[in-house]
Every structure is written in C-alpha cells, then in structure tokens.
C-alpha cells in the first residue's frame, strides 16, 4: 500500500481493513457499542467545530506541540562508535512536557471529547503503570466526566503515585485481584465493566 496522503484518506475502509490488514476481532457483546462510535466518529470527523475545540485543547491545555530536543552527548556517544565517525542525530520528542506528564494525553483529550459529544457520562480505562490512567482521568476532570480505572492490585502497589494522581483527579481507581494482578485483569474487568 502506498502512503500518499489521498490514499491514507480512504483508509480503514468499510470493513475496518488497511488495505489487506486490520478488520474487527471483539466480543459480540461490544459490536453495537462499537457500531456506534464508528458511525458517531464518521460524522464528528468532518465536524469543523469539533477539530477546533479539539486542536484549541491540545495547544492550551495539552501543551501540543512539545518541543523537540537535540541530544548532542547522546549524538556524540552514537558517531564515536560508528567506523566512519558519522552517525545519526539525536533528537527526542519530548512528551513528558505534555500535560499529565506522558504521550497518554494526546489520544484520551480526544477520546473523551467525542464520549462527551456521544452524551457519554463515564469513561472507563484500564492501566497498568498508570499512565493512561491518569491521561484518562486528567481528560475526564477537564470535560466532567466520570471516570473509572481498573488497575491490577500488584500495578497499584508499584505505581502507588500515579493511583493518587488518579484519585486527585477525581477518578474511581478500582483495583483488580484476579490473576497475576497486572494490566491484563485489569482489561479483563475494564471489558466486563
């Protein structure tokens, strides 16, 4: 498949495939769920008023763009060990300037303005080193939404300040026993919620 931005358009195509890719492997239970967010994401899409409250947060709240910085100890570091004394820059995004301190922000800002938009009153997450939780939670605390975390005991224990951030946050961080305790059960119980 060619990346020419036209073609980029056109995909996924009706049945959710990138070119011979993709497609929709859930649980029959989530389809009409899914189902509606494909139809409501259809139409918020080619919303202009949504792109611009969207894009309006993610440069007053989010922080968007954050910066890129040149690692020059790190350049030096790679062009010594090469034979010819050439190599690469070195430049890291630096999405740890973002607000709530990760990457996680850029894609629940926009997940949880489209809930609301859906009429949507909770969100539901899961995590497990807790930085979607608190991505999640700071989104839902800026929109006012609920929010509800699942979160393996053993990930809560380890990651003890992300759960209170969370929780400063507003959100409901449900701790999860099952299993090994970690990221996978608490999916498990984010997909039963």
Known sequence: MSDSPNQL???????????????????????????????????????????????????????????????????????ANTTDGKGAQVWLKREDLAHSGAHKINNTIGQALLAKRMGKPRIIAETGAGQHGVGTATACALLGLDCEVYMGTEDMRRQRPNVVRMELLGAKVRGVESGDRTLKDALNEAMRD
Request: glycine share 8%; aromatic share 12%; no cysteine.
């Open 9 to 79: 358009a056109s995909v996924p195509n009706e049945r959710g495939y990138f070119g011979a890719y993709g497609g929709v492997f859930v649980p029959e239970t989530l389809i009409a769920a899914l189902d509606q967010l494909t139809d409501e994401y259809k139409r918020t899409k080619a919303d202009p008023a949504f792109k611009v409250e969207l894009a309006e947060l993610q440069r007053d709240y989010i922080g968007r763009p954050v910066p890129l910085q040149y690692a020059k100890r790190l350049t030096e570091h790679v062009r």
